[in-house]
């Protein structure tokens, strides 16, 4: 799960995908894009593998 950190809302990457039609067109696109307000994120790097939990992703 993503949290935007303009309004809170935690969407998943899939949510804004859809939500940022423009980079449908450029897949490698790393800016997220909160469905709810717009706010646009930057993608963090996948350091903290420290915080990583066992989660299921739906697919
Ligand atoms: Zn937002």
Known sequence: MIKCSLCGLQF???????ACTKC??????????????GFE???EPKRNKKLKKKNRRKQ
């Open 12 to 18: 998943t990457e899939e949510d804004a995908h859809s």
């Open 41 to 43: 994120l930057a993608l």
């Open 24 to 37: 449908s067109f450029f897949k490698g696109c790393k800016l997220i894009k909160c469905p709810n307000c």
